[in-house]
T-cell receptor
Framework: GENVEQHPSTLSVQEGDSAVIKCTYSDSASNYFPWYKQELGKRPQLIIDIRSNVGEKKDQRIAVTLNKTAKHFSLHITETQPEDSAVYFCAANAGGTSYGKLTFGQGTILTVHP | NAGVTQTPKFQVLKTGQSMTLQCAQDMNHNSMYWYRQDPGMGLRLIYYSASEGTTDKGEVPNGYNVSRLNKREFSLRLESAAPSQTSVYFC????????????FGSGTRLTVV
């Protein structure tokens, strides 16, 4: 089955700096890669996603890049703010007929210091 | 508000007790999922249901059973709870191919003592 590895497990930055979280996946048939943000005690919320026919996608201060050849994708947050502090999860879907099943990375705890 | 509703929000069980976690969605989604979240291990899939009447095992199904009661409801049952099942449980739903990702419920924090 699909295996998703996420790094780093913790990331500490100063307000205004950029943050980058990287994920690798194993299933070459995967074609959908979402990113979720989870604030303390809350449910995960989808913040951005990318499909395999696109190399990069941006939404204001966040962007995601995908390298299908190397099977890795990354989340980039620019001009970080204290409210960006949360746990971030990457995920990849299962290939073939496994419908919408997502495999998640282990999570990155991002702390933005004012 | 449209979304995914989970009950209960908190539960403490004694080892060996049973309980059912309830999940309902009003988004007309075909697929529903149960995940558990443990520190440092991300979200791991317990069971999923691609459509009404079908269920399949995920990564960590041992000790759990599920029922897809109808299109809206997907329950998770612990027949004989163990301390290793202490976790936060999330239900989620999506269209058949998760084209727009998952919508998660608010979670159930379960402690087994």
């Amino acid at each position: 089955g699909e295996n998703v590895e996420q790094h780093p497990s913790t990331l500490s930055v100063q307000e205004g700096d950029s943050a980058v979280i990287k994920c690798t996946y194993s299933d070459s048939a995967s074609n959908y890669f979402p990113w979720y943000k989870q604030e303390l005690g809350k449910r995960p919320q989808l913040i951005i996603d990318i499909r395999s026919n696109v190399g990069e996608k941006k939404d204001q201060r966040i962007a995601v890049t995908l390298n299908k050849t190397a099977k890795h994708f990354s989340l980039h947050i620019t001009e970080t703010q204290p409210e960006d502090s949360a746990v971030y999860f990457c995920a990849a879907n299962a290939g073939g007929t496994s419908y919408g099943k997502l495999t998640f990375g282990q999570g990155t705890i991002l702390t933005v210091h004012p | 508000n449209a979304g995914v509703t989970q009950t209960p929000k908190f539960q403490v069980l004694k080892t060996g007790q049973s309980m059912t976690l309830q999940c309902a969605q009003d988004m007309n989604h075909n697929s529903m999922y149960w995940y558990r979240q443990d520190p440092g291990m991300g979200l791991r899939l317990i069971y999923y249901s691609a459509s009404e009447g079908t269920t399949d095992k995920g990564e960590v199904p041992n000790g759990y059973n599920v029922s897809r009661l109808n299109k809206r409801e997907f329950s998770l049952r612990l027949e004989s709870a163990a301390p290793s099942q202490t976790s936060v449980y999330f239900c989620a739903s999506s269209d058949r191919w998760a084209n727009y990702g998952y919508t998660f419920g608010s979670g159930t924090r379960l402690t087994v003592v």
